[in-house]
């Protein structure tokens, strides 16, 4: 109770490829407000998944001052990187990223001394261009008390993406996002590894800007997509963002998906130029426009409207999309 899980990572990816002696046995779980992270163990009986280890928030404040443990991945060395998003007392200023070693022991920081960023949340990394790219949510002494729109204006949360140099942990670029980049979140690059362009989602502006590097090896970024929002009534402010919470890109690159949580849809967009996404499907599977409920939105000749949302083998579906993912056929979402 407590721990709150958001994302999950496994102790050996395609970064490990080649190496027999590395295995995707072990599945990591960062806790986002206690700042546990727990291993558990998936091959032993994989019917009946078993917890390995624990490591404990005190360890890891105690050897990097980190907390609020969010997004793992595995590195190519064995070792388990981690982005925290704050220090143990929920501050901004104190976030970083976490090494654990193979045996899931604190190891340190990621980052060298004086180069971790201003927010912290998701990030990935581009070896053959030498760079990790991570985004910035916000401040965990805001947001784990929930979210106050106040709180943007106040400056508690981000709207950049850091540039490092891959992996030596130096941050070489901020790109501030501006008003069009609030609350960017998930990062991915395109699957090519020789293609130097990938996307972030930003959640409250609900834009998906795509980053890339430009001639002289600096990065840049624009706004590929922008999902508008939409007028409402019986809601909690007159417009309501589509709010861009997770995205995937097909393995042949050829389409991003991605979900607008709160209007309750999900969209495919064909991305082979990559700078200019279109959309190619939609379909609505929840949110809170949904037709029976009490929001309603407003079209452009001022008639109320919400959405058809499908049953599932008879069953309702509630809520809104948020996290999702994609079948290796690209056929599943």
Known sequence: IGDELHHSGWNA?????????TSRRFLILPSLLSGRVYVVDTAKDPRAPALHKVVQAEDIAEKTG?????????????????SCLGDKEGNAAGNGFLLLDSEFNVKGRWEKPGHSPLFGYDFWYQPRHKTMISSSWGAPAAFRTGFDLQHVQDGLYGRHLH?????????????????????????RFLHDPSKDTGYVGCALTSNMVRFF???DGSWSHEVAISIKPLKVRNWMLPEMPGLITDFVISLDDRYLYLVNWLHGDIRQYNIEDPAKPVLAGQVFVGGLLQKGGDVVYVSDNDTEEQYAVPQVKGHRLRGGPQMIQLSLDGKRV
């Open 13 to 21: 990816c395609s970064s490990c490829h080649g190496d027999p002696s």
């Open 66 to 82: 980190l907390g609020f443990p969010h997004t793992s991945h595995c590195l190519a060395t064995g070792d388990i990187m981690i």
């Open 163 to 187: 540039v490092y140099d891959w992996p030596g942990g130096e941050l070489k670029q901020t790109l501030d996002l501006g008003s069009t980049g609030l609350l960017p979140l998930e990062v």
């Open 213 to 215: 590097q430009t001639a």
